[in-house]
């Protein structure tokens, strides 16, 4: 429970600080989709737990801004504290801010914790409001903020060729012919982790040492800044040269060496501060992209291998907790389930982690995009309604990521209609074949033909890139309707994950990772073609599906994915899960198609 | 025939002008698709007669920068001219002219040719290769041009609320309210025709009359700066108040009265040298798009019923040209067919002119997706072959714009698999429901799906916007796979023309305009439906057509368009053009439908 005192407590810095106000973000210092405990700074401040949001707090009043999917939560978690809460769904932040800022004050931010793509919002902001925006040097909540927890320390450990399936210094020559820096800052961990193949326990969810890399163009070399303390000697004897351990401490003198050469920076995730110490030592900063990112996202083949093994034995877990729930009578509920499938997933090799929060929305609760489940919230999964469950796990050799909506009992009609529609966009989009150039983009129409038929949609993305026993979100390719120009190459792993939400009723999502391959030439091709391949290999639920709403091509490709489920889980099962997946897998056929269709 | 007298001619202007080159676009003052003769500066200095390039000019080597279908033609008509053709279809003019230019050269350029958004590209090119651009204050080439044709001067008739839908001083009253400048340059002929509700001729295919107004928000009122022989009595009678009638020369200062106001400017639009004088006067120039280009897009109820009535028509005519082509037995090739589609477009009440120079590509002039037949290249349709046929035209009640493809003779099995696929894709998007906000980029992957199936693809977009008895190519809407986030609206007529080419082969496309209109409701539905209306109602050739790769949905679509033409266009026939109708638009079905289906 939050109190007034510890807004008062950050208040009473402004003075000693020559400032009207300060920022308070959730982010963290390395950009993250997660943070540290160390770093919750927005949690300590107003309550707030969500995985969004940014404070903004003057001497008199408190913003909390957040987006559509936590105005409640904020509310609640807020409450009895004097923050308005703002949602920026409609309008961003730094919109808002512009008409709520005084004129005349001085707003402060910790460069540390907002990229210079975000400053200069800020910077705009806080010219059209008539107020200055000041970087402090240390951030004032740090300084007041007792009992808060150590940097997280967890050792750094090799991600071996079994897995990477490429060696570092071959992806260290790649980046190297491709930069015309002298050198570029690495500054997100997950591409860090990529590049020299190692993993970490920093954050939840993903395996990321915390830490910074510069690569230097010639060598090519790279310096890692990483607390010592996490790194033993195995990590260090595997880099008998080219890498240099330091620390963070360490990396402003070794920019300020760089004086006079260009460095690249990605002014998206960089920190200012960062690019406040490159500017000061007359560095030339070039902002580009991260150079990793793009061959990070190109799986090669051992990581293609790791992949698929991981989505077997996750389908098998999968399935193992399919079948569990279809004997449950009574007593399972949200978080129940919850539990028992990262029971199963656990029992599997090479589990390390859930990718993500599991979100097992029963009902009404299936209809909330980004729900997560809590003793207040946690429903009874009575017959006569769906369990949306959308789940994954962190294996060594991959990452996995899956939704499935199952009828507990059996479901209406209109759930029928509605699952069945999402359905032929998920086939759609598995079954296109396209030629190379495609985006994600361009496909994303694919997924919302037959809810558009009815008049019905859903209001996210379609597809997300997937790491390889990294972020279960990464980019730089996406399948959305929001224009993105990269094109899909063979190695990408890509969610394709259509749904529908009616809102205090029910919601659907059914969603695979997809891997892009090259597809065979049909005769008189002209042009190189890709396709997908399904990851995934867990079954649809039949009893949610009207046969007559499906084309003969959409029925033939459920009924080879269940033929190929059966074959390839079938052998990792037994028992009681054995035996539900043959019936969970059964071919199905509309009324006017014979048996032998 | 050019000679080099006249290249050499430009280059004696150079000394007295302090330039070692100059820059010779095709687009005239108003960057318009056609110009008029007057404005031929291009052809006048190279010959070059095609529809878009740039001649770079220095003292020792000249390029004439063409994209990649006048490469041909570029060097067939500069040949025995010291001109260097460049193909800008892989890189833009401006970055090979950077490592063109010798450093220290000064490049001239006439401001009222260019915008300043060309400006700036032209401006940075030159500071890579060390160059200076400077503006000229008089044209070089307009000296020299002799026998230079005098500037068109065709009379301005008023657009009658009978075809426009829409009062003069609505559009103002709405335009008013939408904008934030005290004044909008409106530089664009085809807005300020539509804004006033009048035509021209001054150019070939657009019924335009040359000629720029300024908007001023209070009033609302208008400045139209025209040549004042063009506007007699009728027009001037037509516009009691609101609109004072000046001449082009008092342009400077109209603009010169707006010093200390600001005025909103295209800059992908606007001449440079109106900017230039707009901030010589310390006016405020605020870059935003034409705001008439919006609302001029969406059709009002008379528009689109002029649209539909002038689709009739021109439908009578082309299935009349089709039924002369079906009883010719020899002698006809392409100059004579675009002829007779011309002579029967013609005979078509309230016919006014084509809308663009028709395409007739017979066998591997079909391939070429921008022909335009000429003496030389001219074919005869000997059977099996395709012609294509991309023609359209200018009814005072609406713009037409359809392309055929139709066998001669009849098509071989490759063919009529393509067509077919072509067919497939242009079924997709006419049946397409939406919901509001959808954009085209999101529906172009539907026009190319089936194509990809086989490896094979189009490199043209699927559709552009298309105007009220103005230009033939209009926005802001199109379908296409470059992002474009302008949502598709209820009145935006749009064509649909997928297409295949096979060099030196044959090519197919097949085109129909496009309504956007409003769609009922289905049980259920949540989000206001869009669909499409096809305006366009002259048959496919059911003998290209292989039935086998329909789906039962695309022949109950085909079978019901055809019924519709045969209801609408038929009675307008008669006597051999209504008979071959009838077995033109005859049901098909598959082998494996009932003829009952």
């Known amino acids: 429970m939050m109190t007034q005192s510890v807004l008062e407590s950050l208040r009473g810095t402004f003075a000693g600080l020559s400032l009207d106000g300060f920022i308070v973000p959730k982010t963290d210092e390395y950009q993250g989709e997660y943070v540290a405990p160390c770093s919750e700074r927005l949690a300590w401040l107003t309550g707030f737990t969500g995985s969004a949001g940014t404070a903004v707090v003057l001497s008199d009043r408190a913003w909390l801004?957040?987006?559509?999917?936590?105005?409640?939560?904020?509310?609640?978690?807020?409450?009895?504290?004097?923050?308005?809460?703002?949602?920026?769904?409609?309008?961003?932040?730094?919109?808002?801010?512009?008409?709520?800022?005084?004129?005349?004050?001085?707003?402060?931010?910790?460069?540390?914790?907002?990229?210079?793509?975000?400053?200069?919002?800020?910077?705009?902001?806080?010219?059209?409001?008539?107020?200055?925006?000041?970087?402090?040097?240390?951030?004032?909540?740090?300084?007041?903020?007792?009992?808060?927890?150590?940097p997280p320390a967890a050792p750094v450990v090799l991600h071996p060729l079994e897995f990477s399936g490429r060696d570092w210094r071959d992806k260290a020559a790649g980046l190297a012919a491709g930069i015309k820096a002298d050198a570029v800052m690495l500054s997100d961990p997950g591409t860090v982790a990529w590049l020299l193949n190692i993993r970490g326990g920093d954050v939840p969810y993903t395996p990321l040492p915390l830490g910074r890399a510069l690569f230097y163009r010639d060598g090519p070399k790279i310096d890692l800044f990483m607390d010592a303390a996490k790194i033993g000697d195995e990590v260090r004897d595997a880099f008998p040269d080219g890498v240099s351990f330091l620390t963070p401490g360490d990396l402003p003198a070794a920019l300020a060496a760089l004086s006079g050469l260009s460095v690249q920076v990605d002014n998206g995730q960089v920190p200012q501060a960062l690019v406040t110490v490159l500017e000061q030592n007359a560095v030339k900063v070039i902002n580009g992209a991260d150079p990793c990112v793009a061959p990070r996202a190109e799986k090669n083949a051992v990581e293609l291998a790791g992949c698929r093994a991981a989505?077997?034995?996750?389908?098998?877990?999968?399935?193992?907790?399919?079948?569990?729930?279809?004997?449950?009578?009574?007593?399972?509920?949200?978080?129940?389930?919850?539990?028992?499938?990262?029971?199963?997933?656990?029992?599997?090799?090479?589990?390390?982690?859930?990718?993500?929060?599991?979100?097992?929305?029963?009902?009404?609760?299936?209809?909330?995009?980004?729900?997560?489940?809590?003793?207040?919230?946690?429903?009874?999964?009575?017959?006569?309604?769906?369990?949306?469950?959308?789940?994954?796990?962190?294996?060594?050799?991959?990452?996995?990521?899956?939704?499935?909506?199952?009828?507990?009992?059996?479901?209406?009609?209109?759930?029928?209609?509605?699952?069945?529609?999402?359905?032929?966009?998920?086939?759609?989009?598995?079954?296109?074949?396209?030629?190379?150039?495609?985006?994600?983009?361009?496909?994303?129409?694919?997924?919302?033909?037959?809810?558009?038929?009815?008049?019905?949609?859903?209001?996210?993305?379609?597809?997300?890139?997937?790491?390889s026993y990294l972020s279960v979100h990464e980019g730089p390719q996406r399948i959305s309707k929001s224009g993105n120009a990269v094109a899909l190459k063979p190695g990408h792993v890509l969610s394709n994950e259509p749904g529908y939400y009616k809102e205090g009723c029910y919601g659907i999502r059914l969603e695979n990772l997809l891997a892009v391959v090259e597809c065979p030439a049909p005769d008189g091709a002209e042009r190189p073609l890709l396709a997908f391949e399904v990851l995934t290999l867990v079954p649809f639920d039949l009893s949610l599906i009207v046969p007559e709403l499906l084309t003969d091509e959409e029925i033939r490709w459920l009924n080879r994915y269940h033929t190929r489920i059966l074959a390839e889980i079938g052998p990792l099962l037994d028992g009681h899960a054995a035996s539900w997946l043959v019936q969970a897998t059964r071919p199905i056929f509309r009324g006017d198609q014979r048996l032998s269709g």
Not at 378 to 407: C, F, K, M
């Open 65 to 150: 801004f957040v987006d559509g999917r936590y105005t409640i939560q904020a509310a609640q978690e807020t409450a009895g504290l004097p923050i308005e809460v703002r949602t920026t769904t409609d309008c961003p932040m730094h919109k808002m801010l512009a008409d709520l800022l005084p004129k005349g004050v001085r707003l402060g931010f910790d460069p540390w914790l907002h990229t210079p793509d975000q400053v200069g919002h800020l910077r705009r902001t806080c010219e059209q409001a008539g107020a200055v925006l000041t970087a402090v040097t240390a951030n004032p909540v740090d300084g007041l903020w007792r009992d808060r927890p150590p």
């Open 311 to 467: 989505h077997a034995r996750d389908a098998a877990a999968m399935v193992r907790f399919l079948a569990w729930l279809s004997e449950r009578t009574e007593s399972v509920d949200e978080l129940t389930a919850a539990d028992k499938v990262w029971e199963f997933r656990s029992q599997g090799d090479r589990f390390k982690d859930l990718s993500f929060p599991t979100i097992a929305g029963y009902g009404p609760n299936g209809a909330i995009v980004h729900y997560r489940s809590t003793p207040a919230t946690n429903r009874r999964l009575e017959p006569g309604g769906l369990l949306l469950l959308d789940s994954g796990a962190q294996y060594l050799d991959g990452t996995t990521d899956i939704t499935r909506t199952v009828a507990v009992g059996s479901g209406g009609a209109e759930e029928r209609r509605r699952y069945t529609q999402v359905l032929k966009g998920h086939i759609a989009v598995s079954r296109t074949v396209f030629p190379v150039g495609t985006t994600g983009s361009q496909l994303d129409v694919l997924a919302r033909m037959a809810l558009w038929a009815d008049g019905v949609d859903f209001d996210h993305g379609v597809g997300h890139g997937v790491g």
